[in-house]
């Protein structure tokens, strides 16, 4: 059987790029964007698709159960890719207001 890896490669990429970020810089954005006064507001289709897929990765019940080799995995990775790419687009929103009211306040 040939599985094309190329389709995991991105996924990999952005993976990547979420935990060389400190965990504690993705808790301080998601308190930010839930926490009212703050002045971060979270895009909320970024929002929502990073609770959905937290939601949908911690339940057992999966859309293709995870037993079926390979595919099963492959609704995962769709939902991993989905909400890795939601936390990347809000961390560079986080950090671009995190300067904005670091200099406000020089």
């Given amino acids: 059987r ?11 990429r952005m ?3 979420v ?3 400190s965990p504690r810089e993705v808790y ?20 929502m698709e990073i609770l959905t897929a937290f939601m949908y990765l911690i339940v057992p019940n999966d859309l293709i159960p995870d037993a079926i080799p390979f595919i ?4 995962d990775m ?5 909400a890795t790419k939601a936390v990347l687009d ?5 950090r671009s207001f995190i300067n904005r009211t670091n ?3 020089s």
Avoid at 2 to 12: G, I, L, M, R, T
Avoid at 72 to 75: A, E, I, M, P, Y
Avoid at 90 to 94: K, N, Q, S, V
Wanted: aromatic fraction near 12%; avoid cysteine.
């Fill in 90 to 94: 809000e961390l560079e929103r986080y």
């Fill in 15 to 17: 993976l990547y790029g």
């Fill in 103 to 105: 200099s406000a306040a």
């Fill in 72 to 75: 099963g995995l492959t609704d």
């Fill in 19 to 21: 935990w060389k970020t």
């Fill in 28 to 47: 301080d954005m998601l308190k930010a964007a839930l926490t009212r006064g703050s002045g971060f507001k979270m895009k909320l289709k970024n929002l």
């Fill in 2 to 12: 040939f599985v094309e890896y190329s389709k995991f490669v991105e996924p990999a």
């Fill in 78 to 82: 769709s939902v991993l890719k989905m």
